[in-house]
């Protein structure tokens, strides 16, 4: 069964992925420390992708492909011609920069779908990069979080503007869908509906 949840008109249904997301191969990885302990989340705008693995990504000739940010860069020409038949999305980590990809390509909306990748369940940044998308640089398209999903964070991810999750592998999307009601009426204005509370209710005088 699919993982994968896709919003439509405020509706959440599971869907098949129609998309193959494309890793970077294996690399040498090391551990760092920060005062005695292991620094579990890299720093945001930190390198983490080689050249060998960027040179080393296989990136199939037919079907749409949700490529790394920093292959997308890289090999744009090879690209060109997929992301012009709509056939290329992007993804990138929680550390990596939006920036790299907006200065990146002439219109944003040029891709179907962008992706973000959450290691941990616990590094908020992927809220922040999905207001940020949503918000300063207007991205319309398809908004996806895979990696370490969990039903309890699909509320939130909506609010911040995504519209389709790819629950982990080791959960129930059906199961995870019951997340995005856990909350009837928020309060906070957000990226779902910009309004607070206080305005979105006329209590009367």
Do not use: C
Not at 3 to 26: F, G, H, Y
Not at 83 to 94: F, N, R
Not at 160 to 178: E, V
């Amino acid at each position: 069964m699919s993982n994968l949840i896709a919003l439509q008109n405020d509706s959440a249904n599971i869907v098949q992925d129609e998309w193959t997301l494309i890793n970077l191969p294996a690399a040498q990885v090391e551990v760092r420390k920060q005062a005695g302990k292991i620094v579990l989340f890299k720093l945001t705008g930190e390198q983490s992708v080689t050249e060998e693995q960027i040179k080393n990504t296989v990136i199939p000739e037919k079907g749409k492909i949700i490529v790394p940010l920093r292959v997308f860069i890289a090999r744009n020409q090879e690209l060109a011609q997929k992301l012009a038949e709509g056939e290329v999305g992007v993804w990138l980590a929680t550390h990596e920069l939006l920036e790299d990809l907006t200065t990146n390509i002439a219109d944003i909306n040029s891709l179907p779908i962008i992706a973000i990748f959450v290691e941990r369940f616990a590094d908020g940044r992927i809220f922040s990069l999905g207001t940020l998308l949503r918000k300063r640089y207007h991205f319309k398209n398809e908004l996806r979080a895979f990696g370490d999903v969990l039903r309890d964070q699909l509320f939130f991810l909506k609010r911040s503007g995504f519209n389709s999750f790819l629950i982990r592998h080791d959960r129930s999307a059906l199961d995870a869908i019951a997340g995005l009601k856990d909350f009837s009426t928020p309060y906070q204005g957000a990226i779902d509906d910009p309004r607070p509370a206080f305005k979105r209710y006329n209590r009367g005088t």
